[in-house]
Structures are given as structure tokens and as C-alpha cells.
């Protein structure tokens, strides 16, 4: 299909071309980190602001090899980009978030005034589209003039510090198993310099955290979203950018027993791939991982969500600030019975 700009509404540009749509993404990408850094004074690999890992352009390119949709590029004059993944269902079509993207990879133009939407109604595009924006952004970034349904979403942010410090903030449940347990691990960081020259090794880690994940997502009758292998190829691609890192304890057999490959630019590090054994294991990581960052000057992490119940439970009990974000949806007729249709199959599958 050709590129187009959309004939209902003169404020929308489609671009459905792969290679075209990748290449105005990144050109989108470079501009909003010059634009950004000028402003800043610095030289950041991401940027600041609403720049993250999700919206860097290795991350989008690996996600589009390992997931079963079409992806595009999306502009709207005075609004923004985005690179948006296409769902098929049947004939029912969308715009979803994929797994592992908490945010959807939008850029906000500098311009004050919009003249344009992301939700503008168009024939390439399906009525129904999804955008999750992060903790901060309002939905007026979307250009929204049409009907949404904005709903709001939490995850949990926990500020970066040495060990001590660290536990200070957490349940005393928490403080107690990994004072108890802190001495029964080995902690090792992989970063792009291992992976250049352990590569071996930092794949057999990941691969084991990716087994950890799908174990864990099993337990609760559920089926690791993208496979193992194409989260160990992705999280390889963002440690080799400099963009990830890969966090594991080591039992004293030498096993991986939990691990987390932490995505970050300089302002903020995500909770992405996270597995781990039953027990403390996990609770131990996080005390680590917390030190590793304040160590690497990053002041936050990120939890990645705290929307399920008991999900949300194990993350409050880290004493993190919990942080609000927004999902924005328009959805038609046919997309609403579609979803229906898809919850009842998985209820009926479990």
C-alpha cells in the first residue's frame, strides 16, 4: 500500500510503506532529541521529557520483527508522530499497545497550537486505536477533539539508593527477607561491554530470565506474551544499543534464579523483562538493582504497572510513589463485540 495523506482529514499523514514509516520514524526520533538537548545543553543518547526507551528506534524495529502486526507511522501537524502497530481480528482492525510497551511511541511536536489529531478520522486507519501515554502527559498531546475514553492507570516509581537506604522505605516484611537472604546470592550486572565480549554468557542469562518470566506468567495460567526467544532477541538488541541492562542473582550452584533487564535513559530506568524462582529472590534483586542505579546516577525506577491486585500488592510494599498515567482509546461498534469475543474465548481457554 502507498503512502497517503488521509482525504477526510488534510491534518493526518499515513505511512504504511515498512521501510518509509522506519525511516520517518527515526528522522522523527533524531529531530525530538536534538530539539531537546538544545534546550537542555546536554548530549543524551534518549533525551529528556517524554523520551524513553519505548520510543527509541531499536526498540521499535526489534518489537516489529517479533510481533504478528503491521506497523505504521502517524503525523500530525502541530500534534506529533507515532509509530502504532495494526491489528487484524477477523475484519475487525486496530490500533493496539503491544506486550511489554507500557507507553505508545508518540512524539509530541514543539508547536503550541495543534492543528491536527492522532485519533483524526481517516480510511487507512481503523476507528479504534488505543495510545497509553506516560506518567505526566496529558491526553491533550494526542490533539483529542474527537469522543475518548480516557482511562487512568498507575504503576509505582521508587527512588534509586544504596541498599540501606534503600529498604528504609519498604514494608518491614520486605526489609526482613532481604536482610535475611541478601548474603545467599551473587548479584551480576551484564552490560553492552559484556555482551561484547561474554556474549555467550549474557544470552544464556537472558534466556534463563526469559524461562523465569514464562514460569511465572504460568503460574498464573497465562502464556508469556512475543515467546521467549524474541524477548531474548529484543533485550540483546537494547543492551547492545546501551539502552539495557541485564540485572541477575546467581545461586551458589551458579543458576539464575531471578533476573530483570532494566530499560533506561538518564532520568529514569523501566521494571521490562522480569523473572524470577519462588521466594525472595526477587525482593533481594530489587535492593540491588536499586543500588546499581543510584550508583549509574539514574534517579528512578519505574515498576512497569500496578493495575492487577496482587500484582500491585508486591509492588506497594517497596514504599514507591504511585504515579498516574493515562490510556487513551476510541473505539467503534465492532471493535467493542471484537474484544467481548476475545475475553470470553480466553476465559473459556483457561
Known sequence: MSDSHTPASS???????????REAWREAFRSAVASRNTIAGRDDVVGQNDLTPFQHPTFLDGLERIVPWKRLFLHAPGVGSASVFLRHRGPVRDIVLPPFCPFSAVIPDESAHASGSLLAASPLLPPTRLFSLPPGVEAAALGVTTR???????????????????IEGWSSS???SFRKHADDYLYVVQDQDALGHSAGAVRSDLVAVAALAAAGYARHGARLPLGQGGLVSLSEDMIRSGLGRLHVLKDSKGDTVAGV????????AWYWLAGSEPGPVMTVLLGHLQDALHTAGVPVLDLMGANTPGIAEFKR??????KSYLHVRTASLAGRMAEKAARAFHRARS
Not at 150 to 155: A, D, L, P, V, W
Not at 261 to 268: D, P, W
Not at 317 to 322: M, P, S, T, V
Open 174 to 176: 520486605q526489609r526482613r
Open 11 to 21: 491534518y493526518l499523514t499515513v505511512i504504511q510503506d515498512p521501510e518509509r514509516g
Open 261 to 268: 533487564v532494566a530499560l533506561a535513559n538518564k532520568r529514569m
Open 317 to 322: 510494599r517497596f514504599g514507591g510513589e504511585l
Open 148 to 166: 475518548a475514553e480516557i482511562k487512568e492507570r498507575f504503576t509505582y516509581h521508587l527512588p534509586s539508593a544504596s541498599p540501606e537506604k534503600a
